[in-house]
């Protein structure tokens, strides 16, 4: 480095330690279009679903073309998860945890699909093909009737079969003996 570039270089570390308080000037805030885009966290109770609607028919289209490649036909798994069946299994000494069987919430498996997949293109499906699609899922283990169709309203009041078999941590470990 040349003697004049050292010295280029030294005023400039210096002169961003004396700056240092102040704000760096980095970066920009995001526009609400960016925050959007990205705030697509949809919670237990189904609270922040966007609009739109899917039925199962509808459903079934899309899962052929975009998903039982990996998933298989019905979602029965193979090559990748399973996601339908095991409704029933998890108690026994075979349990068969997918979709259908494990998740507690109908609007988790909103999130996950429209969030996740399909794997090689997160987030290409419209609403109301994440909204079909799920229809499509739940129906293959009668969860919910064949002629459903779903959306922000319908899709939380659908009750999942292992809603109830999950416990807090705090049920788990709150001491038993505890008196009061
Ligand atoms: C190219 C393969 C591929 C395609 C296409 C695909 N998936 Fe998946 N899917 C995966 C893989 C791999 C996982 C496991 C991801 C992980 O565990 O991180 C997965 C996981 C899932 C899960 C969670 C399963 C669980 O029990 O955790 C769901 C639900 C799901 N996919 C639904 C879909 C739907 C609906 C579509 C079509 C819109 C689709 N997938 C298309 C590969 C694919």
Not at 65 to 87: E, F, K, M, S, W
Not at 119 to 138: E, G
Request: proline share 9%; hydrophobic share 40%.
């Amino acid at each position: 480095m040349s003697t004049l570039r050292a010295l280029v270089v030294a005023a400039a570390l210096i002169g961003g330690a004396a700056s240092a308080a102040e704000t760096p000037h980095l970066g920009r805030p995001a526009t609400p279009a960016e925050i959007q885009a990205v705030d697509i966290s949809v919670p237990p109770d189904g609270s922040t679903l966007p609009k739109g609607s899917g039925t199962v028919a509808q459903g079934a289209v899309v899962f052929a073309q975009q998903c039982q490649v990996c998933h298989n036909a019905a979602g029965a798994g193979g090559p990748n998860d399973r996601l339908t069946g095991g409704v029933g299994s998890l108690t026994t000494d075979k349990p068969i945890k997918t979709v259908a069987s494990f998740w507690p919430y109908a609007t988790t498996v909103f999130d996950y699909v429209r969030r996740a997949m399909p794997w090689p293109a997160p987030q290409s499906l419209s609403n109301d093909d994440v909204y079909a699609v799920v229809a499509y899922l739940l129906s293959v283990d009668g969860i919910v009737p064949a002629n459903a169709r779903l959306d922000a309203k319908t899709l939380p009041l659908v009750k999942m079969p292992n809603r109830e078999g999950f416990q807090s941590w705090a049920d788990r470990y709150r001491p038993k003996t505890a008196s009061r």
